[in-house]
């Protein structure tokens, strides 16, 4: 085994600390000491690639390691990466990973970059000559050449992730769904955490037909717990959560509706109406199937809660201004509802008119803020 020159180490533990200029003044003095070393342009390649803007000098950099050695599979490879990130050469990547294939048939990475690589490469080809058009077709037969190389790559390499990750985007291009979900969990099988897997698979099992909300939130926290600083999970989670916190208006307006029938609001065909005002006795026996519904529908549930849950939806009151919204009409509805039970009216026509302010806004809004967030 070949050993490392101590200055390309130091270069390489200032790279995974993302010390990319660190690394590159570290590597020039290298290559002042020893202009041949091939190692310290792939290097230098990779700093140049990983700082976004200087693909040209990574460029210049493997084609003065290649030029070195022409057969180097890690010059080749970088090589192909500036080729990728320098516009208008991509299509050059094609040959150059198919050399690293020939040169190192074994090699599962060389597959794995060129399955990733070669349908947009053949779509960009097929576009140019074709006016800018891709047909279904053409793109289904890109893609099957693809997902050969991707398959290649799963069978030298079944423990590395990123040959897994290729052929789901793959699958998902292609809109097989059932590939892709078997990618997903070959994903999470080798990285439990992995946030876009992890993402997918608890994004679709919440929205499966018949899950509840505290259900749906349920599984967002657990895929948080997993993976916190996902992104798209805390923003499922904040989704559940405020279908929870939605649901709570719906209590509050059966309440009003409680309230109503319990004051005989509104005449029916052959029934008489109570006589108002109504006892103190029935006043607070009204209270009762409405401290029934909060019990139920709100206190029992909201303790069945995780408490992952229950601290965002906290966080979510706190933070966004459409949850604070949902509970303020749900209060202003159960307002009204205890106005009608409480107060000993000898009139309805100010109760009716209550009833309809307590309902109106609070059932006219149901509908429109389903998708809102903020």
């Keep these: 085994m070949t050993a490392v020159h101590p200055a390309l180490e130091r270069a390489d533990m200032l790279f995974e600390l993302e010390r990319y200029d660190e690394a590159k003044k570290l590597l020039g003095q290298r290559l002042a000491e020893d202009p041949d070393d091939v190692r310290a342009w792939v290097r230098l390649a990779r700093c140049h690639l990983a700082l976004g803007n200087e693909a040209g000098q990574a460029l210049e950099a493997t084609e003065r390691a290649l030029a070195l050695d022409p057969e180097d599979i890690a010059a080749l490879i970088q090589h192909a990466r500036a080729l990728q990130a320098v516009g208008g050469r991509f299509p050059e990547t094609e040959g150059v990973l198919r050399q690293v294939i020939r040169l190192a048939p074994e090699y599962w990475y060389g597959y794995a970059m060129l399955a990733n690589w070669l349908f947009r490469i053949r779509a960009i080809t097929f576009g140019q000559a074709n006016g800018g058009e891709v047909t279904r077709e053409a793109m289904d037969r890109f893609l099957q050449e693809s997902a050969e190389l991707a398959q290649q790559a799963i069978r030298l390499a079944p423990e590395e992730v ?58 967002y926290a657990d895929a948080l717990a997993a993976a916190p600083d996902s992104a798209p999970m805390q923003q499922g989670l904040d989704d559940a959560s405020y279908r929870l916190l939605r649901g709570v208006r719906w209590l509050a307006v059966l309440c009003v509706g409680l309230a109503a029938a319990g004051l005989d609001l509104f005449a029916t065909d052959g029934h008489s109406r109570r006589a108002l005002p109504l006892p103190v006795g029935q006043r607070l026996w009204d209270l009762v199937p409405m401290a029934a519904v909060w019990a139920l529908g709100a206190l029992l549930r909201y303790r069945r809660l995780r408490m992952g849950v229950r601290y965002n939806l906290r966080s979510l009151i706190n933070r966004r201004r459409w949850p604070r919204i949902v509970l303020g009409q749900a209060a202003w509805a159960m307002l009204c509802a205890l106005v009608l039970t409480q107060i000993p009216w000898t009139d309805r026509t100010v109760p009716q008119i209550i009833f309809w302010a307590g309902l109106v806004p609070t059932a006219a809004t149901i509908w429109f803020d389903r998708r809102k967030r903020t």
Excluded: S
Aim: aromatic share 6%; glycine share 6%; proline share 3%.
């Design 162 to 219: 990123f040959g897994y990750e290729v052929a789901w985007l793959i699958a998902d291009m292609g809109g097989n769904r059932t590939v892709a979900d078997q990618m997903d969990q070959a994903i999470l099988r080798l990285d439990p955490n992995h946030q876009q897997a992890l993402a997918r698979q608890t994004r679709k099992a919440a929205a499966a037909p018949g899950v509840k909300a505290a259900e749906a939130a349920t599984l």
